[in-house]
């Protein structure tokens, strides 16, 4: 080791030390803002779950879900007396006190319930699509957001394709149990092919006929449709890129549901669509 310096040799290595501490302390600052960064996230995602927790309690004590075995209408039932249609219309409809919800929030339009998965909420719809992205039942400010209709569906009168959405909760709140439908032990499950859908005025039951995650795209979001050819063309693609376990018959006299959430980090979204099947006026 170097025992004598030059004064000019002496300084610089001063200098450079100087510089080290500089990157260090610069260093440690970033560090500890990103676990601050990152311990505020955690926690305001803590307590936006904590809250959801909350609103879905008294929701459950002050709503009351009845099952009924009413025969209801059958929504195009085909000639095929073996279709698996007639398997999922003998399901009871469920319905919801909707005068507890109303009061709550007066944009509740409807609820949902998917077997085998924690979807069982109220549906609300907003004037746009972004509202119930950050504002929970109540309407109290939340990054768990709730479960909404597309602004432009009419509820009372369903379109061609009624669509709704929800945040993909890692929890699984929200919508974000819907991934169990991409497990085999969850297609393999017969019963799970239906959803329970009720309004003010109609409870419904629908027959799951595609489950599949793609990119980022608006075409399975169309509402109406101009033409049956555009329809059939619609139906068809849905139907192709179904992944899972079931071959449920479609066609263009069928009115539909499309369940929406982000899946994955990439952007990309997981799409169940099913078709009506049954319903009852209230």
């Known amino acids: 080791m170097k025992k004598y310096f030059t004064v000019e040799e002496y300084f610089n290595i001063k200098e450079n030390s100087h510089h080290r501490k500089k990157y260090i302390i610069i260093i440690e600052i970033v560090l500890v803002s990103i676990i601050a960064f990152s311990s505020f996230t955690l926690i305001k995602w803590g307590i936006d779950n904590f809250r959801t927790w909350l609103i879905n309690r008294k929701i459950e004590k002050n709503i009351n879900l009845s099952s009924t075995n009413t025969d209801g209408i059958l929504i195009n039932p085909p000639s095929n007396r073996n279709s698996s249609y007639y398997y999922y219309v003998s399901f009871p409809f469920i319905e919801a006190d909707f005068k507890s919800l109303l009061a709550t929030n007066n944009e509740t339009v409807a609820f949902i319930r998917v077997k085998n998965t924690l979807v069982n909420y109220p549906v609300v719809q907003a004037s746009d699509n972004k509202y119930y992205l950050k504002h929970s039942f109540d309407k109290s400010s939340n990054k768990a957001g709730w479960i909404f209709m597309d602004y432009r569906n009419n509820p009372d009168n369903l379109d061609d394709n009624t669509i709704i959405y929800g945040h993909r909760r890692v929890d699984g709140t929200m919508f974000g149990s819907l991934e169990n439908s991409l497990s085999a032990d969850w297609q393999e499950k017969k019963d799970n092919y239906v959803i329970f859908l009720?309004?003010?005025?109609?409870?419904?039951?629908?027959?799951?006929?595609?489950?599949?995650?793609?990119?980022?795209?608006?075409?399975?979001?169309?509402?109406?449709?101009?033409?049956?050819?555009?329809?059939?063309?619609?139906?068809?693609?849905?139907?192709?890129?179904?992944?899972?376990?079931?071959?449920?018959?479609?066609?263009?006299?069928?009115?539909?549901?499309?369940?929406?959430?982000?899946?994955g980090k990439s952007g990309k979204r997981l799409v169940i669509q099913a078709k009506l099947i049954k319903s009852k006026k209230i």
């Open 198 to 263: 009720s309004t003010p005025k109609e409870s419904m039951l629908f027959q799951i006929f595609s489950i599949y995650t793609i990119k980022e795209e608006n075409y399975y979001l169309t509402i109406n449709f101009n033409n049956n050819e555009e329809k059939q063309k619609w139906i068809d693609t849905m139907k192709k890129r179904n992944t899972a376990l079931i071959d449920t018959e479609v066609n263009v006299n069928d009115k539909f549901l499309t369940l929406s959430t982000c899946y």
